[in-house]
T-cell receptor
Framework: EVQLVESGGGVVRPGGSLRLSCAAS????????MNWVRQTPGKGLEWVSG??????????TDSVMGRFTIARNNAKNVLYLQMDSLRAEDTALYHC????FGSGTYYNPPGYWGQGILVTVSS | QSVLTQPPSASGTPGQRVTISCSGT????????AYWYRQLPGTAPKLLIY???ERPSGVPDRISGSKSGTSASLAISGLRSEDEANYYC???????????FGGGTKLTVL
């Protein structure tokens, strides 16, 4: 069974940093592209960042480019999202997601989702 | 403002068939596969349809998807109370180089 469990969220002041982690199990982690997708009541679902299976190709939505960094440790089956220079508009529930197909790329909508971890940016 | 357009709400009575539409453009639905998800309050989205009309294992065949041009549709037949949820569509967008989502449709079973 595919399991994705996020951790590392919380409350942080504007300009602060957080590192999200996603522990993956139940599949061959390195064979799949992974993404972070955030969800808010106002903006709905928004793709944040993606990384291919071997970690050599990454992508970011414009609003987080230069502030967020996605990474993965295939030996430990963990996906990360380092979030720096956080802004109020980054407040959201962040979902770790896995592509449905084991092609290694992240160039598809998600297949599996974690429950999400809440990030609140507030002074 | 979501890239893909869905009606904010839909409804039906038990046993009925309902459809939910998802409108996009040539750069997303028009040239890539449509995906559909169901989300119950407080839970993670669950994949219902991938590649326009394929169901993952465990999704009943009363749930189906279709695509025509730049629009996709999700159909649920034999509506049940447990189908009451939020439904989202998604597709890869070649111009934006990222997956894009619809704003969601809240399905109410009357």
């Amino acid at each position: 069974e595919v399991q994705l469990v996020e951790s590392g969220g919380g409350v942080v002041r504007p300009g602060g940093s957080l590192r999200l982690s996603c522990a993956a199990s139940g599949f061959a982690f390195g064979d799949y592209g992974m993404n972070w997708v955030r969800q808010t009541p106002g903006k709905g679902l928004e793709w944040v960042s993606g990384i291919n299976g071997n970690g050599r190709s990454t992508g970011y939505t414009d609003s987080v480019m230069g502030r967020f960094t996605i990474a993965r440790n295939n030996a430990k089956n963990v996906l990360y999202l380092q979030m720096d220079s956080l802004r109020a508009e980054d407040t959201a529930l962040y979902h770790c997601t896995r592509n449905y197909f084991g092609s290694g790329t992240y160039y598809n909508p998600p297949g599996y989702w974690g429950q999400g971890i809440l990030v609140t940016v507030s002074s | 403002q979501s890239v893909l357009t869905q009606p904010p709400s839909a409804s039906g009575t038990p046993g009925q068939r309902v459809t939910i539409s998802c409108s996009g453009t040539n750069s997303n639905i028009g040239s890539n596969y449509a995906y559909w998800y169901r989300q119950l309050p407080g839970t993670a989205p669950k994949l219902l349809i991938y590649s326009n009309n394929e169901r993952p294992s465990g999704v009943p065949d009363r749930i189906s998807g279709s695509k025509s041009g730049t629009s996709a549709s999700l159909a649920i037949s034999g509506l049940r109370s447990e189908d009451e949820a939020n439904y989202y569509c998604a597709a890869w967008d070649d111009s934006l180089s990222r997956p894009v989502f619809g704003g969601g449709t809240k399905l109410t079973v009357l």
